[in-house]
């Protein structure tokens, strides 16, 4: 299992809008960076946990976690011209961007925002820190362990 950040604007999509989807699980689609892209159609798996950060508020945040339940598929908003994500490059038979799906897991007890992760020494390699603009990050296991102690879950942490 592989761990992962997933960057989303709250206005366009939270964790709230996941959790209220048909079995609190949606097709995360309309990336449209090629790292990111590879991460997705190659890399991420089912079973593969995800940190859920809201980006471009006020005080960013890390605010769940969420379940990665089906693995890299072409994105189909991509094929659709009247898509916000509409690629007229991309084709049925040559699809250029994929998406996985994603399912709520659990809501942190207390969100871990961007400004706690970077005064935290044992946090200075996360790829958020270094200002990556990546929308999908991966996440080290001692990195994963130490958000959900931050977030309020020891037990979590302790668990596994």
Same mark, same amino acid.
């Given at each position: 299992?592989?761990?992962?950040?997933?960057?989303?604007?709250?206005?366009?999509?939270?964790?709230? *809008?996941?959790?209220?989807?048909?079995?609190?699980?949606?097709?995360?689609?309309?990336?449209?960076?090629?790292?990111?892209?590879?991460?997705?159609?190659?890399?991420?798996?089912? %079973? *593969?946990?995800?940190?859920?950060?809201?980006?471009?508020?006020?005080?960013?945040?890390?605010? %769940?976690?969420?379940?990665?339940?089906?693995?890299?598929?072409?994105?189909?908003?991509?094929?659709?011209?009247?898509?916000?994500?509409?690629?007229?490059?991309?084709?049925?038979?040559?699809?250029?961007?994929?998406?996985? *799906?994603?399912?709520?897991?659990?809501?942190?007890?207390?969100?871990?925002?961007?400004?706690?992760?970077?005064?935290?020494?044992?946090?200075?390699?996360?790829?958020?820190?270094?200002?990556?603009?990546?929308?999908?990050?991966?996440?080290?296991?001692?990195?994963?362990?130490?958000?959900?102690?931050?977030?309020?879950?020891?037990?979590?942490?302790?668990?596994?």
């Amino acid at each position: 299992m592989a761990h992962w950040l997933f960057k989303t604007e709250p206005g366009c999509f939270s964790f709230d *809008d996941l959790k209220t989807r048909p079995d609190m699980t949606e097709p995360w689609d309309g990336v449209r960076n090629f790292q990111a892209r590879n991460f997705l159609r190659d890399t991420i798996q089912p %079973g *593969d946990m995800v940190l859920f950060y809201h980006s471009n508020i006020a005080a960013p945040a890390v605010v %769940g976690l969420a379940e990665i339940v089906r693995s890299g598929y072409p994105d189909t908003t991509a094929l659709n011209p009247n898509s916000e994500h509409f690629d007229p490059k991309a084709t049925a038979e040559r699809p250029i961007w994929y998406m996985v *799906d994603v399912r709520y897991v659990e809501l942190l007890p207390r969100a871990v925002t961007l400004e706690r992760i970077k005064q935290n020494p044992l946090l200075t390699d996360m790829p958020l820190v270094k200002r990556s603009r990546l929308s999908i990050q991966p996440v080290t296991e001692a990195e994963w362990r130490i958000i959900l102690t931050m977030g309020g879950m020891e037990e979590r942490v302790k668990g596994r």
